[in-house]
């Protein structure tokens, strides 16, 4: 009798492979049809048990993250949009292992392989909690991640990228103060050059993470409304107990910061939303790829800078 993978959750138990089997993945190759994942600790989840072909083909909308729980915080607006839907799904893509997640309390006597099998089943069952199409943990060292020469991860996004064609893409921003993050945000951008224009996505956003991005002027902001969501929010970051329990109220901390957006957006009106989560656009270094990532977000700054010093006349 097979056991859903989540359950896995409870006892600390590695991959139930049987899940990933039957639903179309297989674990021993690390392929998904023509998609082959270089990490042997790659896995590809799919919740509903949805065949992988067309779990992966209904996907719309794509969240790729370093660690486990980046998604829930800074890709929630895709996770909101598609949830309870049947034409739109959302898919989590998590680069790093989990090997290196802090810890205390009472994980503080976990092994880093003990730590990397925690964090993997709590992004599991996120997606369960999520209803996301699918989840795939792609099980890199975070020093492999940051790493500009080793092209695996690129090369790994690039199969993912066209097996989905998602219609959004929601990564890191560039400005974030973790370089395990830039370094993802960096190999999504990179991964999606290499496509085919007509496969590209309509639309790619920089997510917030460790900084926010309030700072960028108003008419470069993508803004998410999540009003509405706080439930399934709430019940996302609940999965991520040795984060969480462990010292870190990150669940506290994006709900705050998406209620302080809402609020400080616009010293004279009215708050129109209560959870606001804000983007960087990053759609014209897919549609230039001659564009640098650093020259793109060094303008934003210098603009910022510049609406800072005109309050100063
Ligand atoms: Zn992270």
Redesign the pocket.
């Known amino acids: 009798m097979l056991q859903p993978a989540w359950r896995n959750w409870q006892t600390r138990r590695t991959q139930n492979p049987f899940p990933a089997r039957e639903c179309g993945f297989d674990p021993l190759r690390r392929q998904i049809f023509t998609v082959k994942l270089f990490q042997a600790a790659a896995e590809v989840f799919v919740p509903d048990g949805c065949p992988a072909a067309a779990a992966l083909a209904r996907i719309t909308h794509l969240g790729i ?3 486990q ?2 998604l829930e915080f800074m890709a929630f607006h895709g996770v909101a949009e598609c949830f309870g839907k049947t034409k739109q799904w959302f898919c989590g893509v998590t680069c790093t292992d989990g090997a290196g997640s802090s810890r205390s309390g009472a994980y503080a006597g976990l092994g880093d392989a003990e730590m990397a099998d925690l964090r993997r089943e709590e992004q599991r069952a996120a997606a369960v909690a999520g209803n996301y199409g699918a989840m795939i943990q792609l099980g890199y060292a975070s020093s492999k991640v940051r790493d500009r020469g080793d092209k695996r991860l690129r090369e790994d996004l690039r199969g993912i990228l066209e097996a989905m064609k998602p219609e959004v893409v929601y990564t890191h921003n560039l400005a974030d103060k ?1 370089p ?2 830039v370094a993802v945000a960096r190999a999504t951008i990179e991964a999606l050059r290499s496509l085919p224009p007509e496969i590209r996505p309509q639309r790619v956003i920089g997510c917030e ?2 900084r926010d991005l309030d700072w960028l002027p108003d008419n470069e902001k993508v803004v998410m409304d999540v009003t509405g969501h706080e439930a399934l929010a709430a019940k996302l970051s609940a999965c991520f107990v040795s984060q969480i329990g462990g010292g870190k109220r990150y669940d506290l901390a994006v709900a705050g910061r998406r209620a302080a957006h809402a609020t400080f957006s616009d010293p004279h009106s009215p708050d129109r939303a209560a959870q606001v989560i804000f983007g960087m656009d990053l759609t014209p270094l897919i549609k230039d790829a001659a564009l640098d990532p650093g020259a793109y977000v060094d303008g934003m700054i210098e603009r910022f800078r510049r609406a800072v010093r005109t309050s100063h006349g």
């Open positions: 993250g370093a660690h729980d980046d973790h395990t993050h993470g460790w």
